[in-house]
């Protein structure tokens, strides 16, 4: 066992479920028979991206990731054995599912209220401030779509059970992908013999954050940061130009 001690990270392009995996056992290195759904659950911070908003904190969302992983069968039987013994204690996430759902709930009830509304002054015709109203009922239709989805994603990720001593041999963490950058994935390998399958099998798409697909997203982050620059500063100059047209003296 001295061959499963050190954990290898190895970085692959592409999606979870575009990853090519070796015939053999994450566990043990054991020919592979048996297919395991390995799944994990990821929280990711929504924050703006701004001038301003970058000291505002938004809301965390949850999100199940999830695999199809051959087993060899010896270390499956563990698996569903660890599974049998232990029981899941109640995930702490379905009080965020069930406040996300209370907040879609009251932004519907919002949207309704503003839609009856809207129902009942239609008679008079069509006037300014039914406009207004119509405006915030989709503001909080969309709204309450968003936190419904979040609800439920909360809810599954609540019912996701924790990895066994089995499914912890093949780890993976949540997709990253800065700006320009193809989505990529670290992946966590116990079995150092699997680790060289693994790298192997996804050869072509390894992720090098020093390669020059990383580094062409650095430049084209560069360039369109400035070009943000640009930008900003040609709106001045059109803004100032305006108000010089708009002066009552002006010819
Ligand atoms: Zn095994």
Redesign the pocket.
């Known amino acids: 066992m001295t061959d499963t001690e050190q954990i290898t990270v190895v970085k692959v392009r592409g999606r979870l479920r575009d990853i090519a995996l070796p015939p053999r ?6 020919a ?1 028979h048996v297919t395991l759904r390995v799944e994990r659950v990821f929280a990711r911070e929504r924050r703006r991206r701004g001038i301003m908003t970058d000291t505002m904190r938004g809301v965390t969302t949850f999100h199940v990731a999830s695999i199809n992983v051959p ?6 039987a563990r698996h569903m054995a660890e599974r049998a013994a232990s029981e899941a204690p109640p995930s702490p996430l379905r009080t965020t599912a069930a406040m996300y759902g209370i907040v879609a709930l009251v932004a519907l009830a919002v949207a309704l209220i503003f839609g009856v509304f809207i129902w009942n002054e239609l008679a008079g015709g069509w006037r300014p401030s039914l406009t207004f109203a119509a405006s915030i009922a989709a503001g909080c239709a969309v709204f309450a779509g968003w936190f419904a989805v979040q609800a439920v994603n909360a809810w599954r990720a609540s019912l996701t059970l924790p990895p066994t001593s ?1 499914t912890a041999a093949f780890d993976f963490g949540d997709r990253q992908a800065r700006r320009f950058e193809p989505e990529w994935r670290e992946y966590r390998l116990r079995h150092a013999g699997y680790a060289r399958a693994f790298i192997q099998a996804n050869a072509a798409r390894l992720w090098d954050e020093n390669g020059p697909l990383a580094a062409r997203a650095v430049r084209l982050r560069r360039v369109a940061d400035s070009l943000r620059l640009v930008a900003a500063a040609a709106l001045i100059v059109v803004f100032v130009l305006l108000a010089l047209q708009l002066q009552p003296g002006a010819p």
Do not use: E
Request: glycine share 8%; with cysteine.
């Open positions: 056992c994450p566990a043990c290195g054991a592979a087993f060899c069968t010896a270390c499956a089995i």
